[in-house]
């Protein structure tokens, strides 16, 4: 049974990697279809849309070309996502309730505060990458509009004011950046760090509240479960 077991842990991982293999090929071949098919269609929109006569910004197109199309891209390619996280944090909790019994309350406690939180953090990124576009569209606006009128400003002698303008958009998109960048670094940290801070809070309900005793291969056992919920914790929201 021992070695069977050695050898179910050993050939196990090679099913799960040629299957993944084949839903990230499928996924792959959907996006890079449906990405042609966005850009075609833009394309016969932008050749027919008279920019004079609509609402529409030359800087907003080419943010539709260039991030949005790619966004719809990530959303088809990150699809399986939707469910393949509830599943997996289902099927680990049920594993470790089998392992720790319960001790593993301490787990759904601290998920139960974690969660809300990353979701809130998500939320802040969203907000702020919709704040980011709508910056980078403003400055991409201006530099499409300097470099279709570059003979006047030439003549004007207008360059430095220009670029000045465009240096002054810039940096109102950096410090969009730089906030985004920050609460993404945090998202991450919290992410990284969850399945730890849930084995410590675990085997301290254990030892403390429960009073039992913990064995080299619960600990193990528990700790590797543990591990298999990091990328669910951070798909889930």
């Given at each position: 049974?021992n070695?069977?077991?050695?050898?179910?842990?050993?050939?196990?991982?090679?099913p799960?990697?040629?299957c993944?293999?084949?839903?990230?090929?499928?996924?792959?071949?959907?996006?890079?279809?449906?990405?042609?098919?966005?850009?075609?269609?833009?394309?016969?929109?932008?050749?027919?849309?008279?920019?004079?006569?609509?609402?529409?910004?030359?800087?907003?197109i080419?943010?539709?070309?260039?991030?949005?199309?790619?966004?719809?891209?990530?959303?088809i390619?990150?699809?399986?996502?939707?469910?393949?996280?509830?599943?997996?944090?289902?099927?680990?909790?049920?594993?470790?309730?089998n392992?720790?019994?319960?001790?593993?309350?301490?787990?759904?406690?601290?998920m139960?505060?974690?969660?809300?939180?990353?979701?809130?953090?998500?939320?802040?990124?969203f907000?702020?990458?919709?704040?980011f576009?709508?910056?980078?569209?403003?400055?991409?606006?201006?530099?499409t509009?300097?470099?279709?009128?570059?003979?006047?400003?030439?003549?004007?002698?207008?360059?430095?004011?220009?670029?000045?303008?465009?240096?002054e958009?810039?940096?109102?998109?950096?410090?969009?950046?730089?906030?985004?960048?920050?609460?993404?670094?945090?998202?991450?940290?919290?992410?990284?760090s969850?399945?730890?801070?849930?084995?410590?809070?675990?085997?301290?309900?254990?030892?403390?509240v429960?009073?039992?005793?913990?064995?080299?291969s619960?600990?193990?056992?528990?700790?590797?479960?543990?591990?298999?919920?990091?990328?669910?914790?951070?798909?889930l929201?």
């Amino acid at each position: 049974l021992n070695w069977g077991a050695v050898g179910a842990l050993f050939a196990g991982p090679a099913p799960s990697a040629m299957c993944t293999v084949t839903m990230n090929t499928l996924t792959q071949r959907v996006a890079i279809r449906m990405r042609a098919s966005l850009f075609v269609l833009l394309y016969r929109k932008g050749a027919r849309l008279d920019l004079a006569a609509s609402d529409y910004r030359l800087g907003e197109i080419v943010s539709l070309m260039s991030s949005d199309i790619n966004s719809i891209v990530a959303a088809i390619t990150y699809f399986n996502l939707t469910w393949q996280p509830i599943a997996q944090l289902a099927i680990t909790l049920v594993l470790l309730t089998n392992v720790i019994g319960t001790a593993v309350v301490g787990a759904f406690i601290f998920m139960a505060v974690a969660l809300p939180l990353q979701t809130v953090l998500f939320k802040k990124i969203f907000d702020m990458t919709k704040e980011f576009m709508r910056k980078r569209d403003l400055r991409m606006e201006l530099v499409t509009e300097i470099l279709q009128s570059v003979r006047v400003l030439k003549m004007m002698a207008f360059e430095r004011q220009s670029a000045r303008r465009i240096a002054e958009k810039r940096k109102d998109e950096l410090e969009v950046l730089k906030w985004l960048m920050i609460v993404l670094a945090g998202l991450i940290v919290l992410v990284i760090s969850m399945p730890s801070l849930i084995g410590v809070v675990v085997f301290g309900v254990r030892a403390t509240v429960l009073g039992d005793e913990m064995n080299a291969s619960t600990a193990f056992t528990t700790l590797a479960l543990l591990d298999s919920l990091r990328m669910a914790l951070f798909q889930l929201p």
